[in-house]
């Protein structure tokens, strides 16, 4: 996993350069954001169930995926998609704090468009849940907070498009 401050420096390193100033300008609004960015975490992690299941009921209750024949249909299925949907909640999070989606490359991303392919979960679905959370999270830290965790929610629909 890697961070906004290690990948910068990094790359400066290769190069055995000073950061340049458009990474330091990448690194200060970092920083700045920085207690935006930790305020939003703490209200996620407080809401986080709520979330998850104001996101469920506004993309997924109801719809032919929860009806019989459905992949969400039995209480097994439908508590692994909502176990799916904290994932995604809990490492967007992480990421957002990290300010880099590596994070969600290696552990969630990672043969994750597979697994669902193999089993049958509704790929398009899935996105479409990961865009409502967006709108239920941004909702509840504000606009500004929800841009900077609204990137990584669409870092993880475009890993699985
Ligand atoms: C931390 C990283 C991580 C992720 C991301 C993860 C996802 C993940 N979701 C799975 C299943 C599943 N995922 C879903 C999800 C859904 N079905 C729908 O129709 C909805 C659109 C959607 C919810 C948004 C369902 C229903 C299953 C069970 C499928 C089955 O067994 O038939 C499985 C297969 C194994 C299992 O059932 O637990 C994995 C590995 N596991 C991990 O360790």
Do not use: W
């Not at 990474?23 to 209200?43: H, I, K, W």
């Not at 996105?127 to 965790?149: C, D, F, P, Y």
């Amino acid at each position: 996993m890697q961070d906004a401050i290690t990948t910068l420096i990094n790359s400066s390193d290769v190069q055995g350069k000073y950061l340049d100033d458009a990474s330091l300008e990448n690194l200060q609004s970092y920083f700045r954001s920085g207690d935006l960015r930790a305020r939003a975490a703490m209200t996620i992690s407080a809401n986080a169930s709520m979330i998850v299941t104001k996101t469920v009921a506004k993309a997924l209750l109801y719809t032919d995926i929860t009806a019989p024949g459905g992949n969400m249909y039995t209480c097994r299925r439908y508590a692994a998609c909502v176990r799916d949907m904290d994932y995604f909640l809990r490492y967007g999070t992480y990421a957002m704090l990290a300010g880099d989606p590596s994070i969600l490359d290696e552990r969630v991303l990672n043969g994750l468009k597979e697994t669902y392919n193999s089993l049958g979960v509704p790929v398009g679905a899935t996105v479409r849940a990961v865009q409502a959370m967006k709108e239920v999270t941004t909702e509840m830290v504000g606009a500004e907070a929800g841009r900077e965790i609204g990137t990584f929610f669409d870092h993880i629909c475009s890993g699985l498009s």
